[in-house]
């Protein structure tokens, strides 16, 4: 690539993304000094594309009628946005079903974010690369540019990448009907279905296929001994290993005779209508000669008839088709060979599977032109026809025509009788018959083959007569049903709360019984297991949760980053949570305004399922409106009874929880309204003082009540749910230690730590003393903002910094934060800067004194947890009275190191004295 255009990032959203529910791949792209001349200022660049890709007149553009992307090429338009074009342009030349793009300009001039469909990551990276080469090509004066060898190489890749037409069917099945399906690794398995309830498809072949089946459907002499001894008409055979034995075979069966691979598959080597031992001798040489790693094989007596492939699914006959050998036409100047390769030209056909119809295999087609005493090089008559392969084959050339409507009940018993004689549930039974649409003749029919992974894309591409979805019925033979294929997913978005409401929902849900697969900003969870720590908030976590079949519900944090690096992991949910919508993050990856997040954290809501529940927050503005774009029934909560949403719904005889003026949690629905819980009764809550964390709680009893839990057992749940470290790591973490007031809480962007505060400032403290930090990806006006609300609330601040300085400079977050406390009002002398994390709290225990809250915005928890362990381990004793009330030993006086410090003993202070302890302060200028 040139200095000329640049490609910064490329991004494949493989999930439902903020511009399309299907794949979206998502580039930033710098288009440098073209920034400043737009294709109305590039002389002959219009003309020069046009005449490359005269098709582009057929682009709507935002316009809405074929030849609006020409408009705007004329009056003038930025290379970006041609590039879009021209990229879905190569792939729909390319035979790739893509339709939608859009070019977004971003911040930064000469920055643009360039999304458009794609099917094959591979394919859809090479056809946007091929777009900026022939835009460059063309700005650089070249006049010999061609766009077939672009289409052709992203052609290539993309049916080689694809799923094949058999996998693809069913891939496709699931998806319309609403079941969750994904491709495992690059061959032809899918997964169906979500944790416990999942299944598996590999082509054909389910997981519910059994295995011995399979084996003794590719061992063709027991599938013939078990065919037979069920009382199925299958052909006299015998099986050989050398040429020797030919004569043997043609003494014991007569003639005529077919050969072929006693393991074969997919119609390889074999050979039918052998009538002289010579024609045996040939086909014998041929097919040891091409394919040597069969050893054995299978002679039997040739049947005459019409070649027919019944498939069944569960039991069931779902289609038939008359299978045809190829067959090439004469001009009267042509060979036989050329005319197979124009054959091959056929769009419809391609290498192996790839496509509806296979390439014709020119050896195969030798071999068996030999029998006939014909040669490739032969030249046809004009309008003569000819057969040039035995077999009918898909796989090796055949055709099909759909005759499911024409089989008669007796051949349709037949087929299903030999799929249970092997035990297959889905099976393709080939069968000889002179005619299916009568009752069937055992002396004039007969079962040559039963198949454990029957191609299906005969039925659904079918040369003539009706398409049927094979693909569908496998599906529904798998699931009757979405809700027997998926376990119940809730879904959880917002800028703050999500961490803490999905692990409510979380705790709710495991009280029943259910092994509850989890994924936050800590960790992955299945069951009490944690399999993953970290900030697992993205799609790759919550993968791993709906892909173990141990799992009977997931609760998923579905995070901004996450979102804009994959897209979703899901394509639906039946439960979707939106805490609140608040700036944070912006200024990254085209996300420059609260409306533009606004839109990215709509997804949740637009997933939902018809019939699924959308939990929305009626406090939050930008929430309300994400209730036009959900199919799931809403549901409301709110921190304010009188909220107009909240009694406009409750007048309406909708759901919503919400919090009474007494502080009474409140459930209505069906206009009835009920008492649920005292907010202060409520651990979490901090005796009701913290009102994110009642917000949280109202979020999660909905979401829980809506998967199905009672009002009792929401009751009973949330009332062991803690604000600890082992149920809420990392969010409003309390201990006190030596008449001291420690809380860790995770406070990352303005409306976090406000709400932090507004808890804290209820509590009794005689100073407040803050550790803090920024993200450096917030915007400096972001951290400035912050750092006001910072030096509002405390006595006394301690600037440190994140270990990922996320492109900014040393300290330079805490300058700000700095610049924003200064703003305030806070005096210079009551700022601290300690860099350290783990430093700059203890130093902030050793100058803290009795009666001091120390409130610590942490970036890596691990400090939180080592702080404590050094403050216990340096401890001395603590003694905790049957009235739960935490007595501690007299202060020590700060020391240089913990070593030098007198020794403390920590606990955690119990619940029920936390709750009676913290009450309104009085008097304190920031209480």
């Known amino acids: 690539m040139s200095n000329l255009i640049q490609i910064n990032k490329i991004r494949y959203w493989s999930g439902p993304n903020q511009y399309n529910l299907k794949p979206t791949m998502w580039i930033e792209l710098d288009i440098g000094e073209l920034e400043h001349r737009p294709s109305n200022l590039l002389p002959g660049f219009n003309e020069a594309l046009l005449s490359i890709l005269p098709s582009l007149d057929t ?73 900026v080469a022939i835009v460059e090509a063309i700005l650089a004066g070249q006049t010999d540019i061609h766009a077939e060898p672009y289409i052709s190489q992203v052609s290539e890749l993309y049916f080689n990448n694809k799923l094949g037409p058999s996998t693809e069917a069913i891939y496709n099945a699931a998806m319309e009907r609403r079941i969750p399906v994904e491709r495992i690794g690059t061959d032809s398995t899918l997964r169906l279905g979500t944790g416990i309830r999942q299944k598996s498809v590999q082509a054909t072949v389910t997981s519910q296929t059994s295995y011995l089946a399979v084996e003794n459907s590719c061992d063709k002499e027991m599938t013939k001994h078990l065919l037979e001894a069920a009382g199925l008409p299958v052909p006299r055979g015998t099986v050989i290993s050398t040429r020797s034995e030919l004569v043997k075979a043609v003494i014991q069966l007569g003639f005529p005779l077919v050969l072929k691979p006693a393991n074969g598959r997919q119609g390889q080597g074999v050979m039918t209508n052998l009538q002289s031992v010579l024609q045996l001798e040939q086909a014998y040489n041929f097919v040891s000669r091409e394919f040597p790693e069969y050893t054995e094989y299978i002679v039997e007596r040739y049947f005459t008839g019409q070649d027919y492939r019944f498939t069944v699914v569960g039991g069931k006959l779902v289609a038939a088709s008359l299978r045809q050998p190829p067959t090439v036409t004469g001009d009267g100047v042509s060979t036989i060979r050329q005319l197979i390769a124009i054959e091959n030209t056929n769009p419809l056909r391609g290498a192996g599977h790839e496509k509806p119809m296979s390439e014709i295999p020119l050896e195969q087609a030798r071999g068996f032109l030999e029998q006939a005493s014909r040669s490739l090089d032969d030249v046809l008559l004009e309008g003569e026809t000819l057969c040039v392969m035995s077999s009918a084959n898909l796989s090796t050339g055949g055709s099909a025509k759909d005759v499911t409507d024409q089989v008669h009940p007796s051949y349709e018993r037949l087929a299903i009788e030999a799929a249970q004689a092997i035990g297959l549930d889905v099976a393709g039974v080939d069968i000889i018959s002179p005619d299916i649409r009568v009752p069937l003749n055992s002396q004039e029919a007969c079962i040559l083959e039963v198949n454990a992974a029957p191609g299906i894309r005969m039925h659904h591409y079918p040369a003539k007569g009706t398409p049927r979805d094979v693909g569908a019925a496998i599906v529904d033979y798998l699931f009757p049903s979405r809700e027997e294929a998926a376990i119940p997913l809730v879904a959880v978005t917002g800028t703050n709360g999500k961490t803490t409401t999905v692990r409510i ?81 912006l200024g990254q990856d085209g996300l420059d305004t609260l ?42 909560f709110s921190l304010h009874e009188q909220n107009p949403v909240i009694q406009g719904t409750i007048y309406a005889g909708g759901e919503v929880w919400y919090l009474a003026e007494d502080g009474t949690i409140m459930y209505a629905a069906d206009g009835q309204v009920e008492r649920f819980a005292d907010s202060r009764e409520i651990p979490v809550t901090v005796g009701g003082l913290a009102k994110h964390n009642i917000a949280n709680s109202l979020a999660a009893l909905a979401a829980a009540h809506a998967a199905g839990l009672t009002l009792d057992q929401l009751r009973q749940g949330i009332r062991t749910f803690y604000p600890s470290a082992e149920q809420s790591r990392g969010r409003f973490n309390l201990t006190h230690i030596q008449d001291r007031t420690l809380i860790a809480d995770y406070g990352h962007n303005p409306a976090g730590m406000s709400a932090v505060y507004e808890t804290v400032a209820a509590m009794p403290k005689k100073r407040l003393l803050t550790i803090v930090s920024a993200p450096g990806d917030r915007t400096d006006r972001s951290i400035i903002e912050m750092g006001k609300i910072i030096g509002q609330h405390s006595d006394l601040v301690i600037l440190k910094e994140d270990l990922d300085l996320r492109k900014r400079e040393p300290l330079e977050t805490a300058r700000l934060l700095e610049k924003g406390c200064i703003d305030a009002g806070i005096s210079q002398d009551r700022l601290i800067t300690v860099p350290n994390e783990y430093t700059a709290s203890l130093h902030a225990w050793k100058i803290s004194e009795p009666g001091d809250l120390i409130l610590m915005f942490y970036d890596n928890y691990e400090n939180v947890e080592k702080l404590l362990h050094t403050l216990e381990q340096s401890s001395s004793s603590v003694a905790v009275d049957n009235s739960t009330k935490v007595k501690t030993s007299a202060a020590p006086a700060a020391a240089s190191s913990p070593e030098e410090s007198e020794t403390i003993r920590m606990a955690s202070t119990p619940l029920q004295a936390l709750t009676q302890s913290v009450q309104p302060a009085k008097g304190h200028k920031h209480g």
């Open 59 to 131: 682009h709507t553009c935002s316009r809405g009628y074929a030849g609006g992307f020409v408009e705007r090429l004329y009056e003038g338009t930025w290379i970006g946005h041609i590039i879009e074009h021209i990229t879905l342009e190569i792939q729909h030349l390319a035979g790739i079903p893509v339709r939608r793009g859009k070019t977004i300009t971003g911040s930064t001039p000469g920055i643009y974010y360039v999304t458009f469909d794609y099917r094959e990551k591979e394919s859809g990276r090479t056809a946007f690369e091929s777009a």
């Open 595 to 636: 409306e533009d997040l606004r839109k990215l954290k709509r997804l949740i809501p637009e997933v939902v399922l018809p019939g699924g529940v959308c939990i929305l927050n009626a406090d939050d503005e930008g929430c309300i409106a994400m209730g036009d774009h959900t199919d799931g029934r809403i549901v409301y």
């Open 505 to 585: 929902i979380s705790h709710l849900l495991r009280t029943t019984g259910q092994k509850v697969g989890m994924t936050c900003s800590d960790g992955v969870w299945a069951g009490d297991e944690c399999i993953d720590e970290g900030d697992c908030s993205g799609p790759a976590s919550a993968r791993k949760i709906l892909s173990r079949n141990d799992i009977e519900a997931a609760v998923l944090e579905t995070a901004r980053g996450g979102m804009m690096r994959e897209g979703l992991a899901f394509r639906w949910c039946d439960v979707g949570v939106v805490t609140n919508i608040s700036e944070d993050h």
